[in-house]
């Protein structure tokens, strides 16, 4: 089981990346997988998270109206793009994924990583001018 994330780089202000979060040894249909960022400052913060049931999608309110996270289960990858980008949105970006069910469904919209299980090693996004 495995995550790759890639789509990271450097950007300015106002700009945007779209992240990529792959998967390998496993079918991501059945997991709900969300994106997570890590800073020596703030530490881990969820931004976003999709369900694979029913596709709804829960945002951060740092991350509402800005990103958007989608599947693609064909190609068996999730994207994170984020539009507007702010010096503040710089961070490690991670993919992460739950086993579906009825009852980790129901939490997803909390974006606690103690719900997610696999975990990518990381994508750095840098947002300066």
């Known amino acids: 089981v495995q995550l790759v994330e890639s789509g990271g780089g450097q950007v300015q202000p106002g700009g945007s990346l779209r992240l990529s979060c792959a998967a390998s040894?496993?079918?991501?249909?059945?997991?709900?997988i969300a994106w997570f960022r890590h800073t020596p400052g703030k530490g881990r913060e969820g931004v976003a998270c999709?369900?694979?049931?029913?596709?709804?999608?829960y945002y951060a309110s740092s991350a509402k109206g800005r990103f958007t996270i989608s599947r693609d289960n064909a190609k068996n990858t999730v994207y994170l793009q984020m539009n507007s980008l702010k010096p503040e949105d710089t961070a490690n970006y991670y993919c992460?994924?739950?086993?579906?069910?009825?009852?980790?469904?129901?939490?997803?919209?909390?974006?606690?990583?103690?719900?997610?299980?696999?975990w990518g090693q990381g994508t750095q996004v840098t947002v300066s001018s």
């Open positions: 992460a994924a739950d086993r579906e069910t009825y009852y980790s469904r129901i939490r997803y919209h909390r974006l606690d990583p103690a719900d997610f299980g696999y």
């Open positions: 040894g496993f079918t991501l249909d059945a997991y709900g």
């Open positions: 999709i369900s694979s049931s029913d596709g709804v999608s």
